[in-house]
């Protein structure tokens, strides 16, 4: 408050006055927004001094001035600056003497200040001066923020209340008005009760130590009573009607909530399929990338089989060879060298037969991922028999050898350095292939995965899997064709080729090898068949799992909407029980006019003896007529926006929940 102080007495200065202790020291003690001057004597000079800053500072919501004896000119500046204060509530003026000039700057107080609700003026003079107060009273009339109202001793006279009943007509926001002990007589008050039915605000209204008679009394009272009835109807109204909004309101949050919970729910599931989608599809496509790779390594091994069998025919051959070579050396070693090619091209018919087994097998692996176990048997049994012949084949080429060792010391020498070379490439030849084979191995699990799972796109992948088949079986054809007429040539290159004798049984010795690593090879990939098939169980299971997850959701958003319409049935069964209210009030309003009619009757009953009373009873009955029209018609209005408010509440839930995105996601029923 030392600002506040400060910045008194700046003003008080720059007028050319000096600063009051008395009002220094209230401005000091301050209590929360009340500033008391009572009693205080004030000159013009502080009084232009506390407009000033009443006008700048927010501080003040309550000034009393009472029985401070200022002057006209100070009441004017005083009022001048509180027209421009806009937290000034409580305005106390009680015993200044204010005349003429006081009333029209409280005229002009009421039409430019909108914060003031209380004006106290008791003990004023202000009824003296008919033409201020007329212009005071049409302040009253445009002012809309004045609740309370105190004229006592005034001096106001018939005519002033006349003003007063005028400005009361259109006034909208006073309800107390206290004008005891003036001047108003029976003119007066008779103006003050014609102006009371256009009042639907004031429902306080003090008369007394005015001359005014007692059925002019009673009037007022009735009208203020009407008017409290209808005031206490408009706040009951109000507030059941903040109580409905409320509800209302509280209703469409729990609904917005209720749905942005669901919302959060279907996103977060949503979310979770997209993740478990893209996963998939990222699988699907490591193992279409594994089949790729499988077919590719299978291809290969074709083209490494065909020419392994291409290497076994030129080794026949060349065993033929020799044998014709021998046979006029040894005519028993030339029946042994013909039976051995006989043998040899046995082998080379299988080989063939087990080329075609092999592409058999191969379609039948694409087409069924649970036929490659069938597979995998057959190939073993068949590379177990291949490799029988070749070790008896093996024996009878070292018999063989044995007995050419005679002949062959002289060409031993030249295939020495043959030997090295040819041992070299089969061992590169034999890494590369055990390398080809792990590669098949681990891919291989990946491969039975994706069988398992792509078993419908297998479907559709077959027809072109068939033409790659047929293209394979084309280019096998052709190779066996080109292998033929290598073999046709190399069996012209045989004669020079007797120091390779020893090489064919190097690669014995390494097929023999290979033989074993392909028994191997094969127990692996009957494990990774076994794995295979667990996780392919496994991705079931997790299908079963998401699949009933996804009926729980289901099952959710079907109770999301019986919960919905069991909340539709219990607003409408609010709606009714405000109908049902409504009903009684207006059984209340028919008993209000049976008393009206009673009242009427009393009335006349009274006319009989006094001809001015009934005159006046009349027009008060014609009055009160008048009041239940407007009150029925009030009612009828209220009955009707409420009823409208109702059909609007209940047509907004339901197109609230028909339209709502729940509906839209809700399963049928």
């Given at each position: 408050?030392?600002?506040?102080?400060?910045?008194?007495?700046?003003?008080?200065?720059?007028?050319?006055?000096?600063?009051?202790?008395?009002?220094?020291?209230?401005?000091?003690?301050?209590?929360?927004?009340?500033?008391?001057?009572?009693?205080?004597?004030?000159?013009?000079?502080?009084?232009?001094?506390?407009?000033?800053?009443?006008?700048?500072?927010?501080?003040?919501?309550?000034?009393?001035?009472?029985?401070?004896?200022?002057?006209?000119?100070?009441?004017?500046?005083?009022?001048?600056?509180?027209?421009?204060?806009?937290?000034?509530?409580?305005?106390?003026?009680?015993?200044?003497?204010?005349?003429?000039?006081?009333?029209?700057?409280?005229?002009?107080?009421?039409?430019?200040?909108?914060?003031?609700?209380?004006?106290?003026?008791?003990?004023?003079?202000?009824?003296?001066?008919?033409?201020?107060?007329?212009?005071?009273?049409?302040?009253?009339?445009?002012?809309?923020?004045?609740?309370?109202?105190?004229?006592?001793?005034?001096?106001?006279?018939?005519?002033?209340?006349?003003?007063?009943?005028?400005?009361?007509?259109?006034?909208?926001?006073?309800?107390?008005?206290?004008?005891?002990?003036?001047?108003?007589?029976?003119?007066?008050?008779r103006a003050l009760v014609s102006s009371l039915p256009s009042n639907r605000?004031?429902?306080?209204?003090?008369?007394?130590?005015?001359?005014?008679?007692?059925?002019?009394?009673?009037?007022?009272?009735?009208?203020?009573?009407?008017?409290?009835?209808?005031?206490?109807?408009?706040?009951?109204?109000?507030?059941?009607?903040?109580?409905?909004?409320?509800?209302?309101?509280?209703?469409?949050?729990?609904?917005?909530?209720?749905?942005?919970?669901?919302?959060?729910?279907?996103?977060?599931?949503?979310?979770?399929?997209?993740?478990?989608?893209?996963?998939?599809?990222?699988?699907?496509?490591?193992?279409?990338?594994?089949?790729?790779?499988?077919?590719?390594?299978?291809?290969?091994?074709?083209?490494?089989?065909?020419?392994?069998?291409?290497?076994?025919?030129?080794?026949?051959?060349?065993?033929?060879?020799?044998?014709?070579?021998?046979?006029?050396?040894?005519?028993?070693?030339?029946?042994?060298?013909?039976?051995?090619?006989?043998?040899?091209?046995?082998?080379?018919?299988?080989?063939?037969?087990?080329?075609?087994?092999?592409?058999?097998?191969?379609?039948?692996?694409?087409?069924?991922?649970?036929?490659?176990?069938?597979?995998?048997?057959?190939?073993?049994?068949?590379?177990?028999?291949?490799?029988?012949?070749?070790?008896?084949?093996?024996?009878?080429?070292?018999?063989?050898?044995?007995?050419?060792?005679?002949?062959?010391?002289?060409?031993?020498?030249?295939?020495?350095?043959?030997?090295?070379?040819?041992?070299?490439?089969?061992?590169?030849?034999?890494?590369?292939?055990?390398?080809?084979?792990?590669?098949?191995?681990?891919?291989?699990?990946?491969?039975?995965?994706?069988?398992?799972?792509?078993?419908?796109?297998?479907?559709?992948?077959?027809?072109?899997?068939?033409?790659?088949?047929?293209?394979?079986?084309?280019?096998?054809?052709?190779?066996?064709?080109?292998?033929?007429?290598?073999?046709?040539?190399?069996?012209?290159?045989?004669?020079?080729?007797?120091?390779?004798?020893?090489?064919?049984?190097?690669?014995?010795?390494?097929?023999a090898q290979a033989r074993d690593e392909a028994q191997g090879t094969c127990?692996?990939?009957?494990?990774?068949?076994?794995?295979?098939?667990?996780?392919?169980?496994?991705?079931?299971?997790?299908?079963?799992?998401?699949?009933?997850?996804?009926?729980?959701?289901?099952?959710?958003?079907?109770?999301?909407?019986?919960?919905?319409?069991?909340?539709?049935?219990?607003?409408?069964?609010?709606?009714?029980?405000?109908?049902?209210?409504?009903?009684?009030?207006?059984?209340?309003?028919?008993?209000?006019?049976?008393?009206?009619?009673?009242?009427?009757?009393?009335?006349?009953?009274?006319?009989?003896?006094?001809?001015?009373?009934?005159?006046?009873?009349?027009?008060?009955?014609?009055?009160?007529?008048?009041?239940?029209?407007?009150?029925?018609?009030?009612?009828?209005?209220?009955?009707?926006?409420?009823?409208?408010?109702?059909?609007?509440?209940?047509?907004?839930?339901?197109?609230?929940?028909?339209?709502?995105?729940?509906?839209?996601?809700?399963?049928?029923?």
């Amino acid at each position: 408050m030392e600002e506040v102080r400060r910045s008194y007495s700046r003003l008080c200065k720059e007028s050319g006055a000096e600063p009051q202790e008395t009002v220094l020291q209230r401005l000091h003690e301050l209590p929360r927004g009340r500033l008391d001057l009572a009693t205080q004597s004030l000159t013009a000079e502080t009084c232009g001094a506390l407009g000033k800053l009443l006008q700048k500072e927010a501080f003040v919501t309550e000034l009393v001035l009472s029985d401070c004896m200022l002057s006209e000119e100070g009441v004017i500046l005083l009022l001048q600056g509180l027209c421009a204060n806009t937290v000034l509530q409580f305005l106390d003026l009680k015993g200044n003497n204010l005349r003429a000039a006081g009333a029209e700057a409280l005229g002009r107080l009421l039409r430019q200040n909108k914060s003031i609700q209380s004006l106290t003026l008791e003990w004023n003079n202000l009824g003296t001066w008919e033409d201020a107060f007329a212009t005071f009273c049409g302040a009253l009339a445009a002012n809309s923020t004045l609740r309370q109202l105190d004229l006592r001793n005034n001096q106001i006279s018939h005519k002033g209340a006349e003003e007063l009943a005028l400005a009361l007509k259109s006034n909208t926001s006073l309800q107390q008005l206290d004008l005891r002990w003036n001047n108003i007589g029976l003119l007066g008050g008779r103006a003050l009760v014609s102006s009371l039915p256009s009042n639907r605000t004031l429902w306080k209204l003090e008369l007394a130590g005015n001359s005014v008679p007692s059925d002019v009394l009673r009037a007022v009272e009735q009208a203020m009573d009407h008017n409290q009835d209808r005031e206490a109807t408009f706040r009951e109204n109000q507030a059941r009607a903040r109580v409905l909004s409320k509800e209302v309101r509280h209703l469409q949050e729990e609904k917005s909530k209720q749905f942005l919970d669901l919302m959060e729910t279907i996103d977060k599931q949503r979310e979770e399929l997209a993740r478990s989608t893209r996963t998939s599809a990222a699988r699907l496509g490591q193992l279409q990338e594994a089949l790729n790779e499988r077919q590719s390594i299978v291809n290969a091994l074709k083209a490494k089989l065909q020419m392994a069998e291409a290497a076994l025919a030129l080794s026949e051959q060349k065993a033929q060879e020799l044998g014709e070579l021998l046979a006029t050396s040894e005519q028993e070693h030339r029946s042994l060298v013909q039976r051995q090619a006989k043998e040899h091209r046995l082998e080379q018919q299988e080989a063939a037969e087990r080329e075609s087994t092999l592409l058999r097998d191969l379609s039948a692996a694409n087409e069924k991922s649970l036929l490659l176990r069938n597979q995998v048997d057959e190939l073993e049994r068949k590379v177990k028999s291949q490799q029988d012949q070749l070790f008896l084949s093996r024996q009878e080429l070292t018999t063989t050898s044995a007995e050419l060792k005679l002949r062959a010391l002289q060409a031993e020498e030249r295939l020495e350095l043959e030997k090295k070379r040819s041992r070299q490439s089969l061992e590169d030849l034999e890494h590369l292939r055990f390398k080809e084979v792990e590669h098949m191995t681990r891919h291989l699990e990946e491969t039975e995965r994706a069988m398992q799972e792509r078993v419908q796109r297998l479907e559709a992948a077959r027809l072109s899997l068939e033409e790659e088949l047929s293209r394979v079986k084309a280019v096998a054809l052709s190779e066996r064709g080109q292998a033929d007429e290598e073999l046709i040539k190399a069996k012209n290159q045989v004669r020079l080729e007797e120091q390779r004798l020893g090489h064919l049984e190097e690669k014995l010795r390494l097929l023999a090898q290979a033989r074993d690593e392909a028994q191997g090879t094969c127990l692996q990939q009957r494990q990774t068949v076994a794995e295979a098939q667990a996780r392919a169980s496994q991705l079931g299971l997790q299908v079963e799992s998401l699949t009933r997850r996804l009926e729980e959701l289901q099952q959710e958003l079907r109770n999301k909407d019986q919960e919905k319409v069991a909340e539709v049935t219990r607003v409408r069964v609010e709606l009714q029980e405000q109908n049902g209210r409504l009903q009684a009030e207006l059984m209340a309003q028919e008993a209000l006019r049976e008393k009206v009619a009673a009242l009427e009757r009393q009335l006349k009953v009274i006319a009989s003896d006094h001809r001015e009373a009934l005159l006046d009873r009349e027009s008060e009955n014609a009055s009160l007529r008048e009041k239940l029209r407007l009150k029925e018609a009030e009612m009828a209005r209220i009955r009707d926006e409420e009823a409208q408010r109702a059909s609007f509440l209940q047509n907004a839930v339901l197109a609230y929940v028909q339209g709502s995105p729940l509906r839209a996601l809700s399963p049928q029923k």
